[in-house]
């Protein structure tokens, strides 16, 4: 279960922030920080056992019939990115909270930041190649809110937009990829897969799987040419900075890289796609950040040309590789994450980012200034600090490294991008801070209180540590991670800062030197640099973009004609001859099973039902005359379902039709008396064949159905065993709450989501054109000098309580008698709606305590923490518990699990229903409003 908390504890943060976000900034601080500490004492905890080999695993059957599990594991290599991911996850809510602006919404802030907390650990503990892909576009999600949290700033809403189409992009690449890997593989278990890397890679699925799984993992560490989403999503706030592009998201693809290392690579296709992406990033990544002015910009470019780094370590496929990709993962993440957190407080406490106008901060922010600098030298790979060791273990690599047959080419490039990593790192720290201030350099900075920069120390102090003692500190575990990797014991190695004279330390000297010599002489480079014309990544994008959203366009509009009778003439054509098709295919023929003779009371209601049918069709341009007969139709078929002993789907259609009814009442306040003509008489014939074609399709088809004997029909294991299983007598309602309860989740999820894509279509109805013709409308009409009768009103208000009891009786019934959520909601809205109609909205509106996003957001946790609550117990997702209980004057009452499920299912229709009425309200107030003020306007000109 440990896992199970593990990866949970995000998630549960983040849904008491989401509750809590009308709190103050401690209590989201305190809420996210507990939710990290407590996630990052569970791998601690666990750390010991990991490391000596024990790899933790959970699961629970997911889909069974595929031999589908979704399942954890724990192994070192997970381990090591679960701690990166809270223990950093850590130092960045307590830098946030002192970093953010007072205004800031910290409850949203922190909220997202667990999300994406939650989405990563879920990466790295997955074991279930499917399960994996789930977080994985989930982390993509997140970080778009992330990204794009200060909505109100165009660049961040630009940065995001372009995180989420080149990592959503890639994501998709995965998805096909993963799925031919699991094909290939014989499974979708990451433990099984990764002990059949010959099969893999023998099987003729490896190059194009190959191909998928890296441009998933290249986008998402923004490998070149997919780079160019890093950069300008530093347009998010720097604390998102910190934790994404230092510790967690950018290093998804190479965790993926890692994880899957001992089974794709090997092959000459992994090392020139690998290697040599990793290596182009790598000094690509370096020569923009040397150029770069803004601090995040230099640290985003520096953070491309690190995981470029990172990546050709893996392509190279030797163990060293892999033991020095490991180091350099957690050295970056400490220097990286503590040199984010730096560049905001001097932009926090200088209005600035820009390099420009810069320096001699030392001397007036002296701690920051120590800091950065130490963080900015163990970038450039100095001694003695951890960037010096991995940088060096990476340059020895490299020197055994031969591409194409040339022994020279990986080690120069290697050290040509040292060369510029030096060169930017000390750029940053000397530019920053020794160099003196310019002119307009802004004035007053001074080191930030303690909580700012205590979470930079704590770093830095191991950034030095890491540096001293490598060995002790990191030896055992970088040993254990390795083998992870690996899939086999690490090769023999050791940490320290002196292996004797060796080509690393030539070309670690080199690049030093170099690097050092670059910065002297940087004004004369920089300015021809500046003269280059150089291709621009973003440009392109956007042209592509554009590109796309000009062709989209133009396919909607030839397959998505303008005009909706023709739009939905081609859909229900197209469907009534794939119907045709199948009847004809299939030989769908009537059965042989005898038929029952039709009561008169039924041909009366048949009759009833054609001329109510009739009735709309030719009363259709009289809207209110149109909804009568549309009421009766439904009436009719409620009575049908009476007839054919359904009392639970007579008591939903009458109670449907009613909700519906009363709202398109509402509806046609907001429409004119009459609509205009919009077919012509061809027109009506030709959909008039089309509805008659369908109708005796579908007529037909039901007729060949239901003439056949029925074979093992799966009702009667749903009588069987509803009692049995679900503890509920009403076959129906147990159906839709324990066997058939993910399809009722699915369904209340677009319920809700119909309820607020409602407000966000009628929000706006009452502005622009439409609002223009809502008030022309309204000049028509003539309201009743008593618009709230007394006798409706006092009426509904003794009904009120009375309508709800009634409601209340028939939800708690519906586990074993007619009843059930669904229709207990539709009678509580019936209450509610008559309130309204009878008191007006504003009475009403100022006596409701619980809003309908919140009824709607409500309901739809309530329904899945009732279903989950049952994998607590080792049972599969959305299994019921009952009992029977006994109390003294009550009796034996029934209690189960289910009717936690169906109050979720309630909250949803009564908010979905509400929100459906508060819109229309609204639109009417707002619609009277404009159309007085255009009045007295009017009034006030002639005057």
Known sequence: ??????????????????????????????????????????????????????????????????????????????????????????????????????????????????????????????????????????TSLSSFLLIGFWRDKAEARQGARMALAVTGGGGLMLIAGMLLLGQAAGSYELTTILGRGDVIQASPLYPILLVLILLGC???????????????????????????????????????????????????????????TGLATMLFGAAVALFRTDLKAILAYSTISQLGLLVMLLGFSTRMAVVACVFHILNHATFKAALFMNAGIVDHETGTRDIRRLGGLAALMPITALLGTLAAASMAGLPPLNGFLSKEMMLEESAHAVWAGQHWLVPLLATVAATLSVAYALRYAVFLYFRRAPADAPSGAHDPSIGMWAPSALLVLLVIALGLLPMTLAGPSVAAIASAVIGGPAPAFSLALWHGFNPALAMSVAAILLGGATLWCFAPIAARQSRLRLPDAKTWFDGAMAAADRGTRRAMLAIHTPSLQRYLFALFATAILLGIDALVRFD???????????????????????????AVLVAQRWRFHALIFISVVGLVIALGFVHLSAPDLALTQISVEVV????????????????????????????????????????????????????????????????AGGGGTNVVNVILVDFRAFDTLGEIIVLGIAGLAIFALLNTASRGAAGARLRAWRDDMVHSPERHPMMFVISTRILLPLTMLAGIYIFLRGHNQPGGGFIAALVFSIAFLLQYLASGFDWTDRRRKIGEHRLIAYGVLIAVATGAGSLLFGRPLFTSAYGYFHLPLIGEFELATASLFDLGVASVVVGAVMMALAQLSHVAQRAARSHAAAVASETEESA
């Open 1 to 138: 279960m440990l896992l199970v908390a593990l990866s949970l504890l995000p998630f549960a943060a983040a849904l008491a922030l989401g509750l809590a976000a009308r709190g103050n900034r401690s209590a989201h601080s305190m809420i996210a920080g507990a939710g990290s500490a407590t996630g990052l004492a569970l791998v601690l905890a666990a750390a010991p056992g990991v490391l000596a080999g024990e790899t933790l695993a959970w699961s629970i059957p997911w889909v069974p019939m595929l031999g589908l599990d979704a399942s954890l594991f724990l192994d070192p290599l997970g381990l090591l990115f679960a701690g990166l991911i809270l223990g950093i996850g850590l130092l960045v809510v307590i830098y946030a909270h002192f970093y953010l602006a007072a205004r800031e919404p910290t409850g949203r802030f922190f909220g997202f930041l667990m999300l994406f907390q939650g989405a990563m650990l879920g990466i790295v503990l997955s074991n279930n190649v499917l399960l994996m892909l789930v977080f994985w576009e989930l």
């Open 218 to 276: 290249f986008t998402k560490s923004a490998q070149f040419p997919f780079h160019f989403w890093l950069p300008h999503a530093m347009a998010a706030p720097t604390p998102v900075s910190a934790y994404l592009h230092s510790a967690t998201m950018v290093k998804a693809g190479v965790f993926l890289l890692a994880r899957l290392w001992p089974v794709l690579a090997g092959t000459e296709w992994w090392f020139y796609l690998v290697a040599t």
């Open 588 to 614: 769908i023929a009537p059965g042989t099973r005898p038929t029952l003779p039709a009561p008169p009371v039924a041909i009366l209601a048949w009759a009833v039902l054609i001329a109510g049918v009739v």
């Open 660 to 723: 519906t009814i009363l709202l398109m009442l509402l509806a046609l306040n907001l429409l004119p008396k009459m609509p205009p003509v919009l077919s012509s008489n061809p027109k009506r014939l030709r959909d008039a064949i089309l509805a008659l074609a369908g109708g005796s399709l579908v007529g037909g088809a039901a007729w060949a159905i239901m003439t056949r004997a029925p074979r093992d029909p799966i009702s009667d294991y749903h009588w069987a065993n509803s009692y």
